[in-house]
C-alpha cells in the first residue's frame, strides 16, 4: 500500500489521506512538545517555510507513548505548536507508533527503513522519516539528529524536478 492511501486524521480531526502530498518529498516525524527535542519544532519549522514552495512539507504525528511527553489532547498539542514553537506546518491527530495499537502509516515507514540494528522499533520522539516524490522512505533519522541536517539530503530529493 502507498503511503499516500493510509487513512490518517488532521489535528482538527477530520479524516483523510496524505493523497495530497503525492508529487511531494516529505518528512514524517513524531512528535511530542514535552520533550527534550521539543525545540526541534523551530528546526522543522524552518525547513518548512525554506522549501514548502518547492514540493516540501513537513508532517508531525503527536505521540505521548515516550515518557508520555506528549499528555494533551489534540486541541491542546495544535495550541502549544503555534504559541510555544511557531508550528504551522500539517500536525495530525495524536497517535501511537509502536506496538500492537501503532498507526498504519508508522508500521508501513519502520519497515520500509529500520532503525540501528535493522529494529523496527520508533526509540523515541523526533524520529524522522524522509519520504521522495512517489512516497518511498529514503532514509530514518534519530531523534538526536537536528532538522538543520537534513537540509543537503532534501535539496537532493527536490532537484530532480527543478532540473527537469
Known amino acids: 500500500m502507498s503511503i499516500f492511501s493510509i487513512p490518517v486524521r488532521t489535528i482538527k480531526g477530520e479524516e483523510t489521506t496524505l493523497e495530497s502530498y503525492k508529487g511531494q518529498v516529505l518528512l514524517i516525524v513524531n512528535t511530542a512538545t514535552k520533550c527534550g527535542f521539543a525545540p526541534q ?96 522512505v529514503v532514509k530514518r533519522f534519530a531523534p538526536t539528529e537536528e532538522p538543520a541536517k537534513l537540509e543537503q539530503q532534501i535539496q537532493s530529493l527536490l532537484k530532480p524536478l527543478a532540473d527537469a
Not at 42 to 60: E, N, P, S
Not at 68 to 76: H, L, R, S
Not at 104 to 126: H, M, Y
Open 41 to 136: 519544532f523551530k528546526g522543522l519549522q524552518k525547513l518548512y517555510d525554506t522549501y514548502k514552495d518547492q514540493g516540501f512539507a513537513v508532517l508531525g504525528f503527536p505521540c505521548g507513548q515516550f515518557a508520555n511527553q506528549e499528555p494533551g489532547d489534540d486541541a491542546q498539542i495544535a495550541e502549544a505548536c503555534e504559541l510555544n514553537f511557531g508550528v504551522n506546518f500539517p500536525l495530525f491527530s495524536k497517535i501511537d507508533v509502536n506496538g500492537s495499537e501503532a498507526h498504519p502509516l508508522f508500521k508501513q515507514l519502520t519497515e520500509e527503513a529500520r532503525g540501528v540494528l535493522g529494529s523496527k522499533a520508533i526509540k523515541w520522539n523526533f524520529t524522522k522519516f524522509l519520504v521522495d516524490r512517489n512516497g518511498h
